[in-house]
């Protein structure tokens, strides 16, 4: 599908320079968005730029004084689509986290035990329960109610658990008593599900207990097939600057960046 182009086209002024040195004058730049989504500035010719090859360095200079740096990426008859250093990282970024997410879909599923823990109420449910009436299932291994980290990324989950659940079934398993839990629960405003895996076997066998009993923050997914059969197919670590917590991305465009910050469980107290 060719790409669809946002026509903005105003016209400035710039100076661009290739990597062999070749300058011109005069060029309108634009902006167009292809099926990701992914800004571009499409530089399209007024002067011989015969010299530009895809490939080149350039640099565009606008009449306000803005310098963009980057690349040729592409050209179309008479349009070079250049795409800044910022963006072609970017680029780079989206299209490696996709690729990623699919080798670790390739990976070999993990048959897994039907595991035991206390839920709601002291209930002790199976992890065939946790799926609900879902056969797709997303585990949170959570450190519990004394890790602010842990409960900054929850905070997160939290806003997000009606959309989870309509495509699967969605827990957050920590190692807190059922009671911790639910009262934690309950001061924090979360709605979604919760399981105790007090034993540590579960979280253990899914690789998030280390031999020291040190619990590690990530997640699993879970598919129970039609015999009830249940196994792993996907599993990541959870941590500042990763994929699944935005205030740090949104922190790193700050002056300062993330600085110093750390997460608590309140701000602005005494």
Known sequence: MKPTRIVLCILLIVTAFSSTGCTAIGYKIGTRLDERMTKYYEVETRYE?????????????????????????????????????QQLIEGNLYNQAKELAELKRQLPAEDVNDYSF????????????LFGDKSDLIIVHNMGKTSPYCT?????????????????????????????????????NWSFKMASDGSGDFTRDMGFLNKDNYWLPGYSTFVKKGDGKIQRVGQAFLG?????????????LLEGGVGDWQPKFGYGEG
């Open 49 to 85: 730029l015969s010299k530009f090859k895809v490939g080149s360095s350039i640099k565009i200079k606008t009449f306000d004084g803005h310098l963009l740096t980057g690349t040729i990426i592409d050209m179309e008859y008479d349009s070079y689509i250049f795409m800044s250093a």
């Open 118 to 129: 206390v839920g709601k109420g002291g209930n002790q449910s199976s992890l065939s329960d």
């Open 152 to 188: 900054l990324w929850a905070d997160g989950f939290n806003g997000l658990t009606h959309h989870f659940e309509d495509r699967a079934g969605f827990v957050v398993v920590s190692p807190d008593a059922h009671d911790v839990q639910s009262e934690f629960a309950k001061s924090r």
């Open 240 to 252: 500042p600057g990763d994929l699944y917590c935005s205030a740090w991305h949104m922190f790193d």
